[in-house]
């Protein structure tokens, strides 16, 4: 059974960093697209960062610039690294991929979510 995993949230300042961290487990074949999305208190959740196996990457554009998406291939992992954070970045943040797994085609899964909280 295939799992996403995030850990690395928690309280930053503004201006201050964290980094978010998830990790694919069960019998993985191949994964394409990674990403991460957010949900903030009242609003929908809108996509904040995807990365393509081969490495290119998208941003929506109130975190480019200050947000940087990675991924390690070999690990099945895909990170985040949020720098000058701001209030408005608070949210939970959820980790998304599409996954090959045994015995199926391509699925989409979610991580549980993980909070991140920018406040002074």
């Known amino acids: 059974q295939v799992q996403l995993v995030e850990s690395g949230g928690g309280l930053a300042q503004p201006g201050g960093s964290l980094r978010l961290s998830c990790a694919a487990s069960g019998r993985i074949f191949s994964i394409n697209t990674m990403g991460w999305y957010r949900q903030a208190p009242g609003k929908q959740r809108e996509l904040v960062a995807t990365?393509?196996?081969?490495?290119?990457?998208n941003y929506v554009d109130s975190v480019k610039g200050r947000f940087t998406i990675s991924r390690d291939n070999a690990k099945n992992t895909v990170s985040l690294q949020l720098n000058s954070l701001k209030p408005e970045d608070t949210a939970v943040y959820y980790c998304n991929a599409d996954i090959y797994a045994s015995g199926t085609s391509f699925k989409n899964y979610w991580g549980q979510g993980t909070q991140v909280t920018v406040s002074s």
């Open positions: 990365i393509t196996s081969r490495g290119n990457t």
